[in-house]
């Protein structure tokens, strides 16, 4: 999995590309953990985003509660839109 982070307008853009699973999580935990303050949207980018499991999904949640809502995904795949349609997740995340 690679992470990438930008910043725009105050926001931070998390760019996912890969897989999410078990192996990465930590390391997208770890790295939203070092790179996120709590200042502006937390917008995560899912345009290359290939799979996700269920350790994945809990990363998103804990990010989620960090943010207090100010968390968004953007340009999510249709294979990875329906786990999350699946478990439930489309309803907690907001998804653009």
Do not use: H, W
């Not at 725009?8 to 953990?33: M, W």
């Not at 799979?51 to 960090?66: C, F």
């Amino acid at each position: 999995m690679n992470i990438d982070l930008s910043k725009s307008n105050g926001d931070s853009i998390v760019i996912l590309e890969g897989r999410l699973d078990t192996n990465t999580a930590p390391k997208l935990e770890s790295f939203i953990e070092q790179n996120y303050d709590g200042t502006g949207t937390l917008i995560i980018n899912c345009e290359k985003l290939a799979y996700i499991s269920s350790a994945g999904l809990r990363v998103l949640l804990a990010a989620q509660k960090k943010t207090k809502g100010s968390m968004k995904l953007t340009n999510v795949c249709d294979m990875v839109m329906e786990v999350f349609e699946m478990t439930g997740f489309a309803d907690i995340l907001v998804i653009e």
